[in-house]
C-alpha cells in the first residue's frame, strides 16, 4: 500500500515471507506494492516453538524509521519519522513479540544484502532503498492455543507534527496444541564450533578474565536457544595454525589459544591451571550444552604447507604446540619433548576423570588427509590417554571403513555423505556413536552463505533427516575477521562472505543474531517435529514431506551436483516446508492426510 500527503512522502508498506531477503539494487523498493500477499499473513506455530514474518517499508525519499515509541529526531535537521507498531491479542496468552531492525552487509558481489538482527531501535532509511523488520511471534510451552489476530501499523510526522497514520496490515497467528521440547531437549545433534579467543579480541577483554566470560555467557546463551550440544575447548595453542592467515595480503586474526594454564616449577615438574576449562564447561552446561565436550588441539593439528607454523615437539608424529610458563627462567616456553607432552595429556585426561565428565569428551581431528598417518597421530595419542573417546571431521567413507580404534563419531563432509551414501549406510551399524554431517565454504549449495538462498539454512536440518543422519556440524559460529561490523568479506575466491559466522559481535557483550540464525533454528525445529511424528508412527508422513522437498532418489545420490542450480535439488518455496505445519493442523482436526 502507498502512504503520503502534503507532499510528504511515497511510501510502501507491506508483509513479507520471513524468508524475505533484500538486496539493495537488485530488488525494488517498492515492490511489496505488486505482492499480493503483503496485505495480510497467516502465521502458525507449535507451544515452545515461534513463527516470523516480515514488515518491509520503502520511500522515493529519506525518512527516518523507528520501532520503539521514544521521541526522535534527526541530527540533520527536518526528516519524515516513520513508526511500526505492532497490534495483537495473542501477547496476553504466553506469547511475546521480538521486533528488530535487519540490517545489510556486503555480499562478495559487491551488493549489500540483508543478514544481521540489530538492536537499534531506529535507523536512517535511504531513499528507494528497501528497509525490512522481523517481527517474531515466541509461543511458551503453556501458551494458550488457539487462532489469534493482529495488526501492523504505520504512522508518519516531521517535528512537532502530530502524528498521522499511514498505513494498516492484518495477520492471525495459530498455535497449535503440540509443544516442542526445550532446546536443551532436541534430538537434532547441533555442533557449532566456539572461537573464544575471537571473542576476546573483538571485544579487546583479557582472555578468560571475568569480562570475557560475561561475554561468553551471552554467546553460549544464543547458542543453546538452537539446541547445541557440543561445547568447544582449545587445549593447545593455534591448532588451526590461523587458517593460515600469514599468506593473505591483508591477513586477520583467527588464531585460538589453550584453555588450559600450564606451569613448569622450579623443580622441572609441570602444574595445570584448569579453572577456565572447567568455568567454561560449567557454563556451557547452563545453557543446555551438556551432551559433549569436544577437545581441539590434541589430534591432526593443522601444519601450513611453507613450515612456518610446524611441530615444535620432537620424535612426535603431530603438531601438537604446549606453551607453558617457565619458573625458573622466568619465560614462556614451548613443550619441546615427548615426555612432557605425555605428561600434559595424562593430566588432562586425570582431571576429566576427577570431574566425571569423561563420558562427554571427544577428541576432535579436523579433516585429516592421509589415512595411514592420521592412524599413527591417534595411535599415539590413545597410548598417552586411553580413556577418550574421539571424533574426526571426514572427506572419504575409507577414514570410516578403516575401523580406527577409539573412533566413536563421525562428521562426513556433505559431498561424502551423498555420494558415498550407500557406503556410509552400510557401515552406519559399526558405528558406535553419531554421525553428523557438515559443510564449510563447499559445497556451494546447500549452505548458509549471504548469498545462498534463504531457504537454504532451513533445509540443513532437513538434509540430515534425509540422509538419516543424526545432525550437523559447521566450524563458523564467531570466526569473524578483524573487523566484522565493517565487512564480513574475507578470502572471497576461497571463502564466500557469511562462511565465517552466524551472528555479529554486537554492543555490551551481546551477539546480533542473523537472518541465517533463525532460519537454521526454523529448520531445527521442523526436525524436532519430524522426529515427533515418526515416534508416533507417521513415518511415511515424514517420509511424504522429505520427497515433496528434495528431487532426488537414493539411487541418484551418487551423482548428485553440489554445484549446480539450487532448484534441481530441493525445493525453494517456503510452502513446500510449511506443509509440515500442515500436516500438523490437520491431525488436530483429526486427519493426518497431506
Given at each position: 500500500?502507498?502512504?503520503?500527503?502534503?507532499?510528504?512522502?511515497?511510501?510502501?508498506?507491506?508483509?513479507?515471507?520471513?524468508?524475505?531477503?533484500?538486496?539493495?539494487?537488485?530488488?525494488?523498493?517498492?515492490?511489496?506494492?505488486?505482492?499480493?500477499?503483503?496485505?495480510?499473513?497467516?502465521?502458525?506455530?507449535?507451544r515452545g516453538d515461534s513463527a516470523a514474518m516480515q514488515a518491509v517499508v520503502g520511500a522515493d525519499s529519506d525518512f527516518m524509521l523507528t520501532v520503539g515509541t521514544s521521541a526522535l529526531f534527526w541530527k540533520g535537521g527536518p526528516l519524515p519519522i516513520v513508526r511500526v507498531e505492532l497490534h495483537s491479542n495473542a501477547l496476553q496468552e504466553g506469547i511475546r513479540a521480538e521486533i528488530k531492525l535487519i540490517g545489510l552487509v556486503e555480499d562478495d558481489d559487491g551488493t549489500r544484502k540483508a543478514d544481521m538482527l540489530l538492536d537499534e531501535r531506529h535507523m536512517f532509511v535511504e531513499k528507494r532503498r528497501l528497509q525490512q523488520v522481523w517481527i517474531e511471534f515466541h509461543a511458551s510451552a503453556d501458551a494458550r492455543p488457539g487462532l489469534y489476530s493482529g495488526k501492523i501499523r504505520l504512522f508518519t510526522h516531521t517535528l512537532f507534527e502530530d502524528e498521522e497514520p499511514a498505513g494498516e496490515l492484518a495477520f492471525s497467528l495459530k498455535v497449535l496444541e503440540r509443544v516442542l521440547p526445550a532446546p536443551s531437549q532436541y534430538g537434532f545433534y547441533l555442533d557449532l564450533w566456539q572461537h573464544n579467543s575471537n571473542i576476546a579480541r573483538k571485544y579487546q577483554v583479557p582472555l578468560w578474565s571475568d569480562e570475557h566470560f560475561a561475554i561468553i555467557d551471552r554467546y553460549l546463551e544464543s547458542l543453546g536457544q538452537l539446541g547445541q550440544k557440543a561445547a568447544t575447548l582449545v587445549v593447545s595453542e593455534i591448532p588451526w595454525s590461523g587458517q593460515g592467515t600469514h599468506t593473505d595480503a591483508e591477513p586477520s586474526d583467527l588464531?585460538?589459544?589453550?584453555?588450559?594454564?600450564?606451569?613448569?616449577?622450579?623443580?622441572?615438574?609441570?602444574?595445570?591451571?584448569?579453572?577456565?576449562?572447567?568455568?567454561?564447561?560449567?557454563?556451557?552446561?547452563?545453557h543446555g550444552i551438556a551432551e559433549e565436550i569436544e577437545l581441539f588441539g590434541l589430534l591432526n593439528v593443522w601444519q601450513t604447507r611453507d613450515g612456518v607454523y610446524g611441530a615444535p615437539i620432537r620424535?612426535?608424529?603431530?603438531?601438537?604446540?604446549?606453551?607453558?610458563?617457565?619458573?625458573?627462567?622466568?619465560?614462556?616456553?614451548?613443550?619441546?619433548e615427548r615426555v612432557e607432552l605425555e605428561h600434559y595429556v595424562r593430566a588432562l585426561e586425570a582431571h576429566f576423570k576427577?570431574?566425571?565428565?569423561?563420558?562427554?569428551?571427544?577428541?576432535?581431528?579436523?579433516?585429516?588427509?592421509?589415512?595411514?598417518?592420521?592412524?599413527?597421530?591417534?595411535?599415539?595419542?590413545?597410548?598417552?590417554?586411553?580413556?577418550?573417546?574421539?571424533?574426526?571431521?571426514?572427506?572419504?567413507?575409507?577414514?570410516?571403513?578403516?575401523?580406527?580404534?577409539?573412533?566413536?563419531?563421525?562428521?562426513?563432509k556433505?559431498?561424502?555423505?551423498?555420494?558415498?551414501?550407500?557406503?556410509?549406510?552400510?557401515?552406519?551399524?559399526?558405528?558406535?556413536?553419531?554421525?553428523?554431517?557438515?559443510?564449510?565454504?563447499?559445497?556451494?549449495?546447500?549452505?548458509?552463505?549471504?548469498?545462498?538462498?534463504?531457504?537454504?539454512?532451513?533445509?540443513?536440518?532437513?538434509?540430515?533427516?534425509?540422509?538419516?543422519?543424526?545432525g550437523f556440524l559447521r566450524w563458523n559460529y564467531t570466526v569473524w575477521?578483524?573487523?566484522?561490523?565493517?565487512?564480513?568479506?574475507?578470502?572471497?575466491?576461497?571463502?564466500?562472505?557469511?562462511?565465517?559466522?552466524?551472528?555479529?559481535?554486537?554492543?555490551?557483550?551481546?551477539?546480533?543474531l542473523s537472518l541465517r540464525y533463525k532460519w537454521l533454528q526454523r529448520g531445527i525445529r521442523d526436525f524436532e517435529l519430524m522426529r515427533q511424528l515418526a515416534d508416533e508412527g507417521l513415518t511415511a508422513q515424514v517420509g511424504a514431506l522429505l520427497s515433496g522437498v528434495f528431487r532426488f532418489k537414493d539411487e541418484e545420490l551418487g551423482a548428485v551436483s553440489l554445484s549446480g542450480d539450487a532448484e534441481k535439488?530441493?525445493?525453494?518455496?517456503?510452502?513446500?516446508?510449511?506443509?509440515?505445519?500442515?500436516?500438523?493442523?490437520?491431525?488436530?482436526?483429526?486427519g493426518v492426510c497431506l
Open positions: 500500500m502507498t502512504a503520503g500527503g502534503d507532499g510528504f512522502v511515497k511510501m510502501s508498506f507491506g508483509l513479507q515471507s520471513m524468508y524475505y531477503k533484500y538486496a539493495w539494487g537488485v530488488n525494488f523498493w517498492n515492490e511489496a506494492e505488486r505482492d499480493t500477499e503483503a496485505k495480510h499473513r497467516e502465521l502458525v506455530c507449535c588464531f585460538e589459544y589453550n584453555i588450559v594454564g600450564v606451569n613448569r616449577r622450579m623443580d622441572g615438574t609441570f602444574s595445570y591451571d584448569y579453572s577456565a576449562l572447567d568455568r567454561y564447561v560449567e557454563l556451557a552446561r547452563r620424535d612426535y608424529p603431530d603438531g601438537i604446540r604446549i606453551r607453558y610458563y617457565d619458573e625458573a627462567t622466568g619465560t614462556f616456553r614451548f613443550m619441546r576427577a570431574k566425571g565428565w569423561t563420558g562427554r569428551v571427544r577428541i576432535m581431528a579436523d579433516e585429516p588427509a592421509d589415512l595411514a598417518q592420521f592412524g599413527e597421530r591417534l595411535s599415539a595419542l590413545r597410548r598417552m590417554a586411553p580413556s577418550f573417546a574421539y571424533k574426526i571431521a571426514i572427506n572419504h567413507a575409507e577414514f570410516i571403513a578403516a575401523k580406527l580404534e577409539g573412533m566413536r563419531d563421525y562428521v562426513p556433505l559431498n561424502c555423505a551423498l555420494h558415498e551414501f550407500d557406503r556410509i549406510r552400510e557401515l552406519r551399524s559399526q558405528v558406535a556413536g553419531r554421525m553428523l554431517y557438515y559443510v564449510c565454504n563447499n559445497p556451494r549449495r546447500p549452505n548458509t552463505f549471504i548469498g545462498s538462498p534463504s531457504i537454504e539454512c532451513r533445509i540443513i536440518p532437513w538434509l540430515a533427516a534425509r540422509l538419516q543422519l543424526d575477521p578483524d573487523r566484522p561490523l565493517e565487512s564480513i568479506r574475507y578470502r572471497p575466491s576461497h571463502w564466500p562472505a557469511g562462511e565465517t559466522n552466524f551472528v555479529y559481535p554486537g554492543a555490551g557483550g551481546k551477539p546480533l535439488l530441493y525445493s525453494l518455496e517456503p510452502a513446500d516446508y510449511d506443509r509440515l505445519f500442515g500436516l500438523l493442523e490437520a491431525m488436530e482436526e483429526g
